[in-house]
Antibody, heavy 120, light 107 residues
Framework: QVQVQESGPGLVKPSETLSLTCTVSGGSISGYFWSWIRQPAGKGLEWIGRIHSSGSSNYNPSLESRVSMSVDTSKNQFYLRLTSVTAADTAVYYC??????????????WGQGTLVTVSS | SYKLTQPPSVSVSPGQTASISCSGD??????ACWYQQKAGQSPALVIY???KRPPGIPERFSGSSSGNTATLTITGTQAMDEADYYCQAWDSNTPVVFGGGTKLTVL
């Protein structure tokens, strides 16, 4: 059973770059879209973007100017970089995988999430 | 940008039926799916392609769609169903769009 796990610094200073890693276990990263999704405390889910194992990506237009994603198939990992962060970027960040069986763009596998706080 | 609209909150008594709506102008031509997020947990898929249940999801969860509105229905709601529920669809610019979420309270 495929699992995903987020990792990275829990505290980032304002104006700096947030960098997170998602590690895939129990299956291959190849052939799927992999998303980053965030959730500020007490608020709803916001899709940040996704990357295919081939390297093609799509980003939320509201974040596109600050977001980049990459993938390393040899490590079964994919990555998020968010530049010029502010307090508004404080959230739990989830990585997730598109479904194999339930249709396009459905997020079937979710990580447990990692809290990133932006503060000096 | 594309927006999916959900009621912020829905309340239901145990054993009764809860309905949560999700409106979006592109839903008339596309599927919606639904996620359940219990307190302190990650979201989990409960309905896909408007009305299908993944394995392990109880039969009391059902979905439907008509026009530009998708609906999640929980029949015989149990206390364990208390959670936030999110609908999700997509548009040509954004492959994943979430609704604002609905807090289901089982009173």
């Amino acid at each position: 059973q495929v699992q995903v796990q987020e990792s990275g610094p829990g505290l980032v200073k304002p104006s700096e770059t947030l960098s997170l890693t998602c590690t895939v276990s129990g299956g291959s990263i190849s052939g799927y879209f992999w998303s980053w999704i965030r959730q500020p405390a007490g608020k709803g889910l916001e899709w940040i973007g996704r990357i295919h194992s081939s390297g093609s990506s799509n980003y939320n237009p509201s974040l596109e100017s600050r977001v980049s994603m990459s993938v390393d198939t040899s490590k079964n990992q994919f990555y998020l970089r968010l530049t010029s962060v502010t307090a508004a970027d404080t959230a739990v960040y989830y990585c997730a995988r598109d479904s194999e069986d339930y249709g396009d763009n459905v997020q079937e596998v979710w990580g447990q999430g990692t809290l990133v706080t932006v503060s000096s | 940008s594309y927006k999916l609209t959900q009621p912020p909150s829905v309340s239901v008594s145990p054993g009764q039926t809860a309905s949560i709506s999700c409106s979006g102008d592109k839903l008339v031509n596309q599927y919606a799916c639904w996620y359940q997020q219990k307190a302190g947990q990650s979201p989990a898929l409960v309905i896909y392609q408007d009305n299908k249940r993944p394995p392990g999801i109880p039969e009391r969860f059902s979905g439907s769609s008509s026009g530009n509105t998708a609906t999640l229905t929980i029949t015989g709601t149990q206390a364990m169903d208390e959670a936030d529920y999110y609908c999700q669809a997509w548009d040509s610019n954004t492959p994943v769009v979430f609704g604002g979420g609905t807090k289901l309270t089982v009173l």
